[in-house]
């Protein structure tokens, strides 16, 4: 099984934290672009952080110095550590795995090759 798996997601009030993990098989991990995407409520699916095959990480300036991506690629899995959480941050958010290509800023939905299912966050007020 390819797709990656997210876990992690809940309900949580402002201010609080979050961290969403996503596992995903294969014994190439090491080698792809990872990224986490986000879609709320009628609004487009878009691109909050990504980490490509040598630990470089992009952010959206929406959750820049809030988000955290990182991996671990001895378990096969990514990482998205979500402070200072704000009640626009809630949406479903959906783990990526990109292609070998070494990536330059965020990925984007054409890029991406294996969805998650998608976990959901909420941020009350």
């Known amino acids: 099984q390819v797709q990656p798996v997210e876990s992690g997601g809940g309900l949580v009030q402002a201010g609080g934290s979050l961290r969403l993990s996503c596992a995903a098989s294969?014994?190439?991990?090491?080698?792809?672009?990872m990224g986490w995407f986000r879609q709320a409520p009628g609004k487009e699916r878009e691109s909050v952080a990504a980490?490509?095959?040598?630990?470089?990480?992009y952010y959206a300036d929406s959750v820049k110095g809030r988000f955290t991506i990182s991996r671990d690629n001895a378990k096969n899995t990514v990482y998205l550590q979500m402070n200072s959480l704000k009640p626009e941050d809630t949406a479903v958010y959906y783990c990526?795995?990109?292609?070998?290509?070494?990536?330059?800023?965020?990925?984007?939905?054409?890029?991406?090759?294996?969805w998650g299912q998608g976990t959901q966050v909420t941020v009350s007020s």
């Open positions: 990526a795995r990109g292609g070998t290509v070494y990536i330059m800023g965020l990925m984007t939905s054409g890029s991406v090759t294996y």
């Open positions: 294969g014994r190439t991990f090491s080698s792809y672009a």
């Open positions: 980490i490509n095959w040598s630990g470089t990480t």
